[in-house]
Every structure is written in C-alpha cells, then in structure tokens.
C-alpha cells in the first residue's frame, strides 16, 4: 500500500516555495472561494430540483414519460455543451469574466423556466441553466486550483464540490416544504424553480468584487497584475516566488502555445493524449456509479422500494444530508490523503453498495414491511461513500492534472464527456428501471465500478504534493506517468 497521509512524506514543491504562513491573506483566499462556488450551488440545485418539481409539472404543463425525461435530460446534455464551449472561452477571456457571464445565464434560465407556458419553453430553459451547470463544472473548479496555494489546493478547488451538494440537498428540503405546504396550489413546481434566481444573483455581484486567476494573467502576459493578485491572497515574498515559477512555465508554454495547445497537436502528442484519456476516464467512471440517478430519479428508486410518494419525498432527503457531511469529510481528506488511495477507496466502497442494493432488492421482495428501509440504508451508505471518496476528488483532479496552456480545453473535454453520460444515464434510467428492475439495474453499476477499478490503477497518476506548474512539466515530459512517480511511492529528482 502506498503511504496516504501528508506527515509521512515531504511535499518536494515545498522546497522550493516561502511557506504559508498566518495572515489577511487566508480570509481573502477563503472568501473569494465562497463567492465563486456559489456556481456549484447553483450547479447543485438546478439539478436536484427537477427531483421533487418534476411530478406537478407533469400534471399541469401534460407531459408524457418520454417528455419528463426530456425534460431532465435537456439540462444535462445543455451542460455538455457548456462544459466544452466555456471551458476555451474561459481561456480567452478569463475565468472571472467567464463567471459572471454564468451567473446571468443561470438568472436567465430560472425566469425562462419559472414563467414557462409550455413544454417547448421549458425544455429551452432548461437548456439554458444546462450551458450555465456545464460552464460551472468547468471553470470555477479551474479557477480555485489556479487561485489556491498547492497545499491546500485540494481542500479549497474541493469546496465547489461541497456547494454542489449542499444545492441539492437544498433542493430537497426546499422540495419537501414547498410541496407539503402549498402543494395544493397550481404551479406549485414554479415556486420551486424560483428559488434558483437568489444565488444567481448573489454569485453575479459577488464576483464582480474577486480577482482574475492570477495563474491566467501570467499566460496572458498580464505579469504586473498577476503579482497584485498574488499579493491579496499569499505572504509577500511567495507571492513573489510563485509570480516567477508560473511565468517561467507560461514562457515555456508560449514558445509552442498556438502549434502545440492546438486540438489536432493534443492528439499527435502521446503524454498529452494520455491525460486526457485519464480526465474523460475520471470523468465516465464518476457517472456511471449511478450517483446522478439517485439525486435525480431518487423519488422513483424508493417508490420501487416500497415507499409510498409521499414518504420518499422526504426520505429523499436522508441522501442529501449524507452527501453534506461525506463532503466536509472529503475535504478535510483532500490534502492529507492520496488521491488515487482515495479513488481505490471510493470505487470499492460504492461498488461494494452496489452489490448490496442488488441482493437486498432480491431477498426482500415487494410488500416485505423491511424492504424500504434495509434500501434506503444501503443507499445512503452509497451516496456517502461516493460523496466522502470520488466526488470531491474527482473534480479536484480534474482541475490539477492538465497543463495550463490546455487546462480550459482538456477540463471542458472531459466534462463534456461526463455530462453526455449523465444526459444519458438520466435519460434512460426509468427505462432501465422498467426493464431490469433494481436488482439488475444495481448490479450493472458494480459491474461498471469494477471496470472503473481497474483504470484508476492502471492510469491515473498521483498529482497531491505537486504544485500545477511541477505537474504541467511532469505531464508534458511523461514523467508521472512512471510507473513509481504514478503511484506516489516516489517523487523524481
């Protein structure tokens, strides 16, 4: 087993940097970060929402099975597109300008979704809030890597993450009191959607008060400004000290930046081939746990158990509060735990879950007094292993693993990846359901989570105890991808 935790191995960047020491800076850092995950809330709660507003707007706008999932899935395939336009917009206009513009398109959505008439409208709006989640799950994680110090760069890109959940888990809540309060009253899912307008508007003014990524000034040759950023959220003299690291890699990058960053040099490079396959495989294997389905159809999956529609609304939101507490877990293991040993943990965990839910649904047949209650356990025994494990740290990988001339781009590729097979998934889960029930619909997760096994072992590198410039340079050399290196059993010399 390779050593997991951060006393049992110096970080070698650190070696090279001024430490971090106490100061003004850290309560700017956090509060900048604050600010731009409100994207992750949105993130979060525009999708959960669809959970519990999904059933009275059935009735009133007279939609049909297929067009309930059209109506769920148009976000999600939205959002692949989002993640893979806005991540090279961000790269040409910055990852704050880029927010901002996120910020009045989830405040667009919400309205469009809000005043709908009809399904068309709705669908269009939900696209809309799609571009809007998609850009989110690109840009703000890039912007807190390239904003945060490398020690604490997992536990702070990894709080996007937290706020994704704490949306949805919101979203329930909310869910569950609109409902049970005014569920007598038509358009009662509009109050629901609503709701979405209030971040949007507080992550709009919010960012117009944040920096710009000190790390995408340097690329820009934005030098001078890049150093006035450092010197808000780091000590002096290592603001100073990383201003120079990150300009002697953007120089470096520059030389080759139109030629080698372009999409067709990207795939006639084999190191940078291999890290993308590595992101969309980070990215694939996330989704295809299920995590997404029960946030989404999670009302179906406990009916199926056995509760009644009512009582899965709110037992819905037992899902929802473990998500909250495995992310505050997740982040406190982000910097002192590998993140491959994290990944193993989690895809093991989950597949295991899988397995369970599988058996229980078979031994516990419908009407069996035990049966909603032996699967609400293991699913949120899922939710929280997935969560505590592969969330947080999948997005936090994806932020640190590709080099800064092509990190908009290659991020925006593998999220599209993964929204696609969200979109999918969403799609196509109900009938997944219907056709197999929930014993071989979970059973066909742990076969996938075993696949997923695999890849991490195989391919994914060790990036914890890094700095992003030590990893571009790692990356675009080949070197972590030693076999050793990988592992995070050795660091190079």
């Not at 993308?276 to 389905?293: D, M, P, R, Y």
Request: hydrophobic share 55%; proline share 4%.
């Amino acid at each position: 087993m390779v050593s997991t935790f951060a006393d049992t191995e110096e970080p070698h960047a650190s070696r090279k940097l001024p430490p971090l020491t106490e100061g003004p800076y850290r309560k700017k850092l956090f509060y900048v970060a604050l600010i731009a995950t409100f994207g992750g809330l949105l993130f979060g709660y525009d999708t959960g929402v669809i959970n519990g507003a999904l059933a009275p707007m059935t009735v009133e706008l007279g939609l049909t099975a297929f067009t309930e999932g059209v109506v769920t899935s148009s976000l999600l395939f939205g959002a692949a597109v989002g993640a893979m336009v806005l991540g090279r917009v961000s790269d040409k206009w910055g990852r704050r300008k880029t927010i901002i513009l996120l910020a009045v398109a989830f405040f667009i959505g919400a309205l469009v979704c809000v005043f709908t008439p009809n399904f068309e409208i709705m669908v269009v709006g939900r696209v809309i809030l799609g571009l809007a989640v998609g850009g989110a799950s690109t840009v703000v994680p890039v912007y807190l890597a390239e904003l945060a110090p490398f020690e604490i760069r997992g536990s702070l890109a990894g709080r996007n993450e937290l706020m994704i959940v704490v949306g949805q888990l919101a979203a329930f809540v909310i869910n569950a009191i609109i409902g049970n309060v005014w569920g007598h009253h038509e358009g009662v899912w509009r109050y629901m959607l609503a709701i979405a307008a209030i971040p949007a508007i507080a992550l709009f003014f919010g960012m117009l008060r944040v920096p710009e990524s000190p790390r995408w000034l340097v690329e820009q040759g934005r030098i001078d400004e890049a150093r006035k950023v450092l010197e808000t959220v780091r000590p002096l003299d290592r603001a100073h000290a990383e201003v120079a690291d990150v300009r002697v890699m953007a120089e470096e990058d520059q030389k080759v930046s139109e030629k080698a960053m372009s999409f067709k040099e990207i795939l006639t490079n084999k190191w940078l081939v291999r890290i993308l396959i590595v992101g969309i495989g980070l990215g694939v294997a996330q989704q295809l746990t299920g995590i997404n389905s029960i946030m989404y159809y999670g009302q179906i999956v406990l009916v199926e158990a056995g509760f009644s529609q009512n009582a899965a609304l709110i037992a819905n939101i037992a899902p929802g509060v473990i998500a909250v507490v495995g992310a505050f877990i997740a982040l406190w293991m982000m910097d002192r735990v590998n993140r491959r040993t994290t990944l193993i943990t989690g895809y093991t965990l989950t597949t295991v879950s899988h397995v369970l839910i599988g058996i229980a649904s078979f031994m516990f047949p419908v009407g069996d007094p035990l049966r909603p209650y032996v699967i609400l356990t293991l699913v949120v025994i899922f939710v929280g292993s997935m969560q505590t494990f592969l969330n947080v740290a999948t997005w936090v990988m994806l932020s640190e693993i590709f080099p800064l001339a092509m990190r908009g781009a290659a991020i925006g590729i593998s999220v599209f990846f993964l929204w696609m097979t969200n979109a999918f998934l969403g799609l196509f889960f109900p009938t997944l359901m219907e056709a197999v029930g929930l014993t071989g619909t979970f059973f066909l997760f742990a076969g996938i989570g075993v696949v997923a096994l695999i890849f991490i072992y195989a391919l994914v590198p060790e990036t914890r105890g890094r700095t992003l410039e030590e990893i571009d340079e790692d990356v675009t050399s080949g070197v972590i991808f030693d076999k050793e290196i990988r592992k995070g059993k050795v660091t190079k010399h």
